[in-house]
């Protein structure tokens, strides 16, 4: 015959799974992990609620964007790069793809916007960039890189001299944990000129 159990011992039992529950999702929070993007970039993932309210408001970062030479041939595969530091305070931002991470603002010498080609057309008319990682820089990880394929998303078939800047999307600058309050801010770079021959 099966003994029944006491009910001071089962409320221990419950009592210990409760504890060991809230221990595991505390864990789960908490940890950090490492991802790389099809680019290769090695993207620390970490908890963004500590216990209390996280602060950005004194956050220094720079936001360039540069390319390996001024002149290019047409047709030439032409690549920018993007960098961000932080020199202190920190940021959380969205990494997707970058034609959709950042507004890319590219004109002619005319001061007309660059055209797509077929491939940014198609990148366009899409809504996202499928994944999404969520990353942090600060004094730890000041410094993180990403690749923009120009001559695959725009037409450089026109010679002349264009203008190239860009801004940031999804980054958060601040928050409150558990409340759903995000202050966001946006970042430009400054422009950087080069010439199609």
């Known amino acids: 015959m099966i003994q029944p159990i006491p009910i001071r011992r089962c409320e221990k039992i419950m009592l210990s ?18 991802s790389s993007d099809s680019d290769g970039h090695s993207v ?12 950005g408001d004194d956050l220094e970062t720079e936001l360039t964007v540069s390319l390996p030479k001024q002149e290019f041939l047409v047709d030439e595969p032409l690549t920018a790069t993007i960098k961000w530091s932080v020199t202190r305070g920190w940021l959380i931002a969205v990494d997707s793809y970058p034609f959709f991470d950042y ?27 499928g994944r999404r990682i969520t990353f942090r820089l600060d004094q730890d990880k000041s410094i ?9 998303w725009y037409d450089f078939g026109e010679t002349g001299t264009y203008t190239l800047s860009v801004t940031t999307r ?25 010439t199609i021959r």
């Open 44 to 55: 620390t993932l970490e908890s963004a609620a500590p216990e209390s309210t996280q602060h």
């Open 170 to 194: 999804n980054v958060i600058i601040s928050s409150t944990p558990h409340s759903g309050v995000e202050n966001q801010a946006q970042f430009t770079s400054q422009p950087v000129t080069f």
């Open 144 to 152: 993180y890189e990403e690749s923009l394929y120009l001559s695959e």
């Open 17 to 34: 799974i409760v504890v060991w529950l809230l221990f595991v999702s505390f864990l789960a929070g908490c940890a950090v992990k490492q």
């Open 103 to 129: 507004k890319i603002e590219l004109y002619n010498s005319r001061g007309k916007p660059v055209p797509y080609t077929e491939a940014g057309e198609r990148l366009a008319g899409q809504v996202g960039g």
